[in-house]
């Protein structure tokens, strides 16, 4: 055993090596070349120790087939026929041995850490619980501590563990921020899944969904923002407050009374089992997941921009989803407006 | 008509290549118009629905379609000639295992013009895959079509058994038989043991759509997961069904080509069965993130790892075997030699997904569809590349062009390792898979866009092989008996293309590569174990075909009972499960007779053998 450990040992410059390059790969916040937490960074810490022993491998294949490519090419003239030799016992012992340790030297991390990954911290008094939960194209988190619930942005504390417990109200899912930790699928009840991670610092960071769901399932993204512990108890106090905010017309508000509040929730509404919850959806880093609150960026717009865009027509933004079209409910453009600039007004502090 | 009604496995090898270089075609096609859809971020060239359905369908077309029927088209027209057979030990079922396939396969891409292709992916996941979610025929064409399909190919694979055990010439014991034959012989079992999996799913899955069923649905008490694990426990050995005939091919070429014999022959066979032992206890790779919990992943993780031993194995004894040999590049053995490395990168980035802890963040990302493509196309299809330019003269006994040959191979091999090398970064830069189109600015678009030029010039390769095969059908069939020159197995001692009854004497065995044993020992031809007699011949028929197009008619009917239509006529057939039956008693009828009519057969009397004289 000490053996194999030495080997791996031998492979460690390589394998800086290797992180050195392979970390210039992608942006911070989504690659998973530049963990921004312990529970990627453990993955990662295996990817480079395969990546190390596979590139000696393939150099080992390619530099045998190349030099018998050219030393054993047939020349002109060669006639005399080559010695027909059965094999060798040593040799092919040889290559059945070195593979297998190989194999052992990446076996043994991989199932310690296997097992330090189900290390779920769902019974962690100090971990923050959250429930996630997957739709046809959203994502609902619910904080079973603090009884708030939100979507599309997930709001954590730096360093902080978070307890996940998964599931889906419709097909399968996988939740996925590749820059903080690996995915994990969301199965309906029955099959709920749990796992945890943390994000030391402070950051937005882009989630995916990467289980083919329908054909919106490139775009039902989300953000991780990680906060620091003071912000995130504002966030969550401000969350609790029993708003009324409505819009200050009032033909206006018994529009988005009856007609988007019988799918979403506000403010201390029960969450909806079928829509995002809209509270303090002015404070959101994006709309629908997709379309970023960020006019500082070529790939931003202002937050009212966005979600005038998504109100005219929620299906050209994100084909097969589940919301009708406002104009089809009977809404003129300006009310659209109206509620729009409504909806970007709407922030916690 | 000759063709719809042949019994003899050379012709059933045309049939095969020809049907899987159709569904080839179209699988490439699909290919290119997601490859298209991809090549910038954004991009409007197709819908997402319309993209779900071509992922599905290349996916299921490629694997099922296009390139089992070209491996089952090599084994046809080599197998029988590789083991000194006069055909395979069922024509009849042999005929009925094409057209089933061929049937399945025409009912699976009537979906495109029926309403709608399957979208669920190839793996059909539930409850995507289940009426609530996926309401259009789509997914009934799949269950149904392939299912067809697969009853081919199970009878194709019990046939090969079959052949191979009981049907071998004097002299050729399992442990001199040549290694395409090994790896037919254990695909075959595979196949025996990994479709009914598949079979059970799709049975079960179409009843959940057709008949409300409730197996994999959670408010009537099922389980999605469960699906998942019959879905693997065929799928994982499916992969190793597509990959071995590609290593039995490459044991064929490289040998030939080094004139030497393969290195380490018998670690080679039992290198071969440890693979497909391996193969079915590593199903749940598949399924790290589906929350199996740490110690089924820890194991299925240790067990996968396992399988790159007799992998490296095999690399190794085809290095060694040109090692000291005089390796001449021609074009089968360019894609053997592109075969080596290609697949050996397939295979470590296999393992690399083997450990658990990182497949969480490889899994569903382009990083896989980057693997599995090195192992399918880069392995699997190299290799029957290699195969086909090899194996060419024989079947149709026409050399096919060396110098398109090589542009076929090089504008393929370069196309393909810029399509799909970029595509692992892709991957690990947080790219998912089956996304119809990505933002911009996640630094996605420039490796796209290699991918896609990448597509291109594979398309260029395929079209310059398709040219290869044109002209070269118009040249006179001129091909010597041992084309290559230096022919280690039976195949090439018998004309090019073979007559009917293949050998006009059933040769005697007494080796390893046993023409080449003969042609040390100064001899030309084999030893005949037999003398000059008659020689039996099974009889066409046309009843595998009508029995397969009954099939294909209960297929539709059942999957059209519960619809409305607009006519009342077309309603009462399809209601009452007038064409279902229809279909079943076309099948069944023609069953029966096929039980009533003894039909023994004919001979060709020894004066009708050309030649008369051995030579
Ligand atoms: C011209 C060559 C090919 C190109 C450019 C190509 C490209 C692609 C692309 C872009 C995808 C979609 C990836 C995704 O988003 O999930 C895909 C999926 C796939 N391909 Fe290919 N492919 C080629 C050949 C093949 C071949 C020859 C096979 C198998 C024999 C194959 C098997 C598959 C499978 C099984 C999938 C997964 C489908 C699914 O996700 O349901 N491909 N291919
Ligand atoms: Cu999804």
Redesign the pocket.
């Given at each position: 055993m000490m053996k194999t450990w030495q080997a791996g040992k031998r492979l460690l410059p390589m394998t800086a090596a290797l992180g050195l390059l392979l970390a210039g790969c992608g942006r911070e916040d989504l690659s998973v070349l530049r963990p921004q937490g312990p529970v990627a960074e453990s993955s990662y810490g295996l990817m480079k120790l395969s990546i190390a022993i596979m590139i000696v491998v393939l150099l080992i294949v390619f530099s045998i087939a190349a030099y018998v490519w050219i030393r054993f090419r047939r020349k002109k003239d060669q006639d005399e026929i080559p010695k027909q030799v059965e094999g060798s016992f040593k040799l092919e012992v040889l290559w059945t041995v070195i593979p297998l340790i190989l194999v052992i030297v990446l076996a043994i991390p991989t199932v310690k850490v296997v097992f330090a990954a189900g290390n779920d911290h769902s019974d962690d008094k100090d971990a923050i619980k959250v429930k996630v939960t997957g739709h046809q194209y959203w994502w609902e988190f619910e904080y079973t501590d603090y009884g708030i619930t939100t979507a599309q942005d997930l709001i954590i504390p730096t360093g902080k563990h978070i307890a996940f417990e998964l599931s889906t109200k419709d097909v399968l899912h996988s939740f996925w921020v590749p820059s903080l930790a690996g995915k994990m699928d969301t199965n309906p009840d029955g099959t709920v899944n749990r796992f945890s991670f943390s994000a030391p610092n402070e950051g937005v960071y882009r989630g995916k969904c990467a289980e083919?769901c329908g054909p919106s399932h490139g775009f039902m993204e989300f953000k991780v923002k990680s906060v620091s512990g003071e912000a995130f108890d504002n966030w969550v106090a401000s969350m609790k407050a029993p708003e009324s905010v409505m819009p200050e017309d009032p033909v206006l508000a018994e529009k988005f009374k009856s007609q988007c509040l019988s799918c979403h929730a506000i403010g201390s509404m029960p969450a909806s089992p079928v829509a995002p919850s809209l509270t303090g959806i002015g404070s959101r880093e994006s709309v629908a997941g997709i379309l970023l609150n960020d006019d500082t960026r070529e790939d931003g717009a202002p937050i009212l921009e966005n979600l005038k865009t998504w109100l005219h027509d929620p299906q050209s933004v994100k084909p097969g989803n589940k919301m009708p079209n406002p104009k089809d409910m009977g809404l003129s453009d300006e009310e659209i407006d109206g509620i729009a600039e409504y909806l970007a007004g709407y922030t916690l502090d | 008509m000759d063709w719809i009604t042949t019994v003899d496995h050379k012709k059933i090898a045309i049939l095969y290549l020809w049907a899987g270089g159709l569904f080839?075609g179209i699988?490439?096609i699909e290919?290119?118009l997601?490859?298209i859809q991809?090549i910038k971020p954004m991009n409007t060239f197709l819908d997402a629905q319309t993209f779900n359905e071509l992922?599905?369908m290349?996916?299921?077309t490629?694997?099922f379609l296009?390139?089992m029927p070209v491996i089952f088209a090599l084994m046809n027209a080599v197998i029988p000639l590789q083991i000194g057979a006069r055909d395979v030990a069922f024509p009849f079922l042999n005929s009925l295992g094409f057209w089933t396939f061929l049937f399945g396969g025409l009912l699976l891409n009537l979906s495109w013009v029926m309403g709608g292709a399957p979208d669920a992916?190839?793996?059909a996941y539930t409850p995507l895959s289940g009426k609530g979610y996926s309401p259009s025929h789509g997914v009934d064409f799949y269950t149904i079509g392939l299912q067809i399909a697969g009853l081919g190919t199970l009878i194709g694979g019990i046939n090969f058994l079959a052949t191979i055990i009981t049907m071998r010439a004097p002299g050729m014991s399992f442990m001199r038989m040549p290694m395409f034959a090994w790896a037919t012989f254990i695909t075959s079992a595979i196949i025996l043991f990994a479709f009914p999996a598949v079979t059970v799913g799709l049975v079960l899955l179409t009843f959940d759509r057709i008949l409300d069923a409730n197996f994999f649905n959670v408010d009537g008490g099922g389980n999605p997961v469960l699906w998942q694990h019959i879905f693997w426990i065929f799928g994982h050995p499916e992969v190793y069904i597509?990959i071995l005939p590609a290593f039995g091919i490459i044991s064929e070429v490289i040998p030939t080509f080094s004139r030497k014999r393969l290195f380490g022959y018998s670690s080679m066979v039992f290198a071969t069965i440890l693979i497909a032992f391996l193969g079915f206890m590593v199903w749940a790779h598949h399924m790290f993130t589906t929350g199996l919990g740490p110690v089924a992943n820890a194991l299925f993780s240790v067990s996968t790892m396992l399988i790159a031993v007799p992998t490296g194995i095999k690399i190794f004894n085809w290095l060694f075997t040109m090692w000291g040999g005089q390796v001449r590049f021609t074009t089968p053995n360019l894609f053997a030699a592109g075969f080596i490395p290609t697949f050996t990168m397939g295979g470590v980035t296999g393992v690399m997904l083997a450990s658990a802890p990182a497949d969480f963040q490889f899994h569903d990302t382009?990083f896989v569809?980057a693997h599995?493509?090195y192992v399918?196309?880069g392995g699997?299809?190299l290799g029957l590349f290699a195969g086909l330019h090899y194996w060419w003269p024989k079947m149709f006994g026409r050399m096919l062009s060396e110098s398109l040959g090589k542009w076929t191979f090089w504008t393929f091999i370069i196309g393909f390792h810029l399509?799909f090398f970029v595509q692992h970064f892709l991957g690990l830069m947080g790219m998912q898979?089956?996304?119809f189109t990505y933002l911009p600015n996640q630094q996605f678009d420039t490796l796209n866009l290699v991918s896609t030029v990448g597509?291109f010039l594979?398309?260029v390769g395929m079209i310059i092989f398709l040219v290869n095969v044109f002209l070269t059908s118009r040249r006179p069939a001129d091909a010597p008996e041992d084309p290559w020159e230096d022919g280690r197995t039976l195949e090439w001692t018998i004309p090019s293309p073979p007559p009917e009854y293949n050998f006009k004497q059933t040769p005697l065995v007494r080796g390893l590569d046993a023409f080449w044993k003969e042609k040390m020992a100064g001899h030309k031809a084999m030893t005949p174990a037999e003398p000059i007699g008659p020689i039996h011949m099974p009889s066409a028929t046309i009843l595998p075909f009508l029995m397969s197009v009954g099939i294909f008619i209960a297929g539709l009917g059942f999957m059209f009972s519960r619809d409305e239509f607009s006519s009342s006529m077309m309603s009462f057939l399809f209601n009452n499960y007038i064409v279902t039956a229809l279909g079943l008693l076309i099948t069944f009828g023609s069953m029966l007779m096929r039980s009533l009519f003894d039909d023994h057969g004919w001979h060709i009397e020894p004066e009708e053998l050309e030649g008369g004289e051995q030579r």
């Open positions: 083919l | 080839f699988g490439g290919a290119i997601i490859r991809l992922i599905t290349h996916g299921t490629m694997i296009g390139v992916g190839w793996t597509l382009y569809v599995f493509h399918i196309v699997l299809v399509t898979r089956r996304v597509a594979m398309g």
